[in-house]
């Protein structure tokens, strides 16, 4: 770190993908500081962020590398099977009969992950609480809150001016403050994007029966519908809805949001009650035109924001993570400036095609599987049915979903740097 330097590195955003690069890079010895408009106290407050997040195993590699797992286990649900169902009504994947089922089961890859599951499910304030914790305890300074409102990008050095006129210098500027990233229009990245028109609703539901660590995955006319095993036997409901139906089901009263789930889940559901509030966040895909320019790398939804129907933004987010770190870390050992435009480009390099293929794919899936067109429901029917006799293709997609297919960063082999 140069004398007029800051830090190493600026993250601007300080939720789970900017504390976890925080966190790498300082495990290899190197100087973050984190700005969020958001101090970690609000972050981990119930009533912030109402999602629950199902964490690829091999993302789940790299927090037990950089010492966070142990703040996470005691809160943490494998998944140890995944059943998708399509139709009109919610119950097959609870046991109906149906031709077009697609089941996903965890011992079918014990030998290739080393007996990890599926995945994880963990509350997301759980994961910013064991964050802000390890962060707190590896001494790394966040300024918060703080808000980013101008970036220059020199020769040697990003400056960063914020919102109490503080200006920050390091070779390096992170973006991973969100879909309005300021990192990223100030180092003129253009983005591209559409809204879905959909709203997806959350809630925590405690269920009579235990749900064995099977996350059900129903696709029906209007959007998929959610039920993710968390700990406790309870269980995170997701499911789309226009934008009008969601907001109106986020204000709703109790009673009023506990009979909708009635009325439109049946007996699907048994006997269920709501815990906490009913959150609703609106669907969009946007994507970054590149993911870096001189002294400047993007993160998480400043990236890359696609829609939940698969659980894989948020992994999206770590696994990008995982490269940058190794992409400075490795750079600096070598005495690189590990901001300029050709270190930063084999970060841009190593995400940019598994970025591109996962988004287009959680696209074009949202189309296939959010419309009624009969042609269409047996077309994806009989390819659901297809995969589910296949073997080896099964096998393949969960690994794909693990993160455990590709060139994989260190970290997410659970390697330190």
Known sequence: MGETHDADVIIAGAG?????????????????????????????????????????????????????AALLDPHVQRIEQILVTDGRAPGAAAGAATPFLLRFDAAEIADRSDGEPLGYMLENRHIRAGLAEAVTGAGIEVLAPARVTHAEFGPRA????????????APLAVGA????????????????????????VVATVRLARGHQGVAHEYFLPSGPFAILPLSGDRVSLVWTESARRGEALRSARPEVFHAHLRRRFGDFLGEATVEGPVFAYPLSLQLAERLAAPRAALLG???????????????????????????IV??????????????LERYAVWRRFDTATLSAGMDAFVR??????????????????A????????????????GGVGDLPRLLKGEAL
């Open 16 to 68: 789970i993908a900017g504390a976890t690069l925080a966190l790498a890079l300082a495990q290899a010895g190197l100087k973050p500081i984190l700005v969020d408009p958001a101090p970690f106290e609000t972050q981990t407050a119930p009533a912030f962020d109402g999602r629950a997040s199902a964490v690829a195993y091999a993302a789940y590699r790299q927090w037990r590398a950089i010492g966070v």
């Open 158 to 169: 990003a400056a960063i001016t914020l919102d109490d006129g503080r200006v920050l210098r």
């Open 177 to 200: 403050e969100g879909r309005g990233s300021v990192i990223r229009e100030q180092a003129g990245i253009g983005a591209i994007g559409w809204d879905y028109r959909q709203t997806g």
């Open 368 to 385: 296939l599987f959010s419309n009624d067109s009969p042609l269409l429901r047996l077309g994806r029917g009989l390819g659901m049915s």
């Open 301 to 327: 939804d400043a990236a890359h924001a696609v829609h939940p129907i698969a659980g894989q933004g948020l992994n999206l987010g770590l696994k990008a993570a995982a490269a940058l770190a190794q992409t």
């Open 387 to 402: 995969v589910n006799r296949i073997g080896p293709a099964r096998r393949f997609f969960m690994q794909e979903a693990g």
């Open 330 to 343: 490795e750079a600096a050992r070598l005495g690189e400036d590990f901001g300029s435009e050709v270190v």
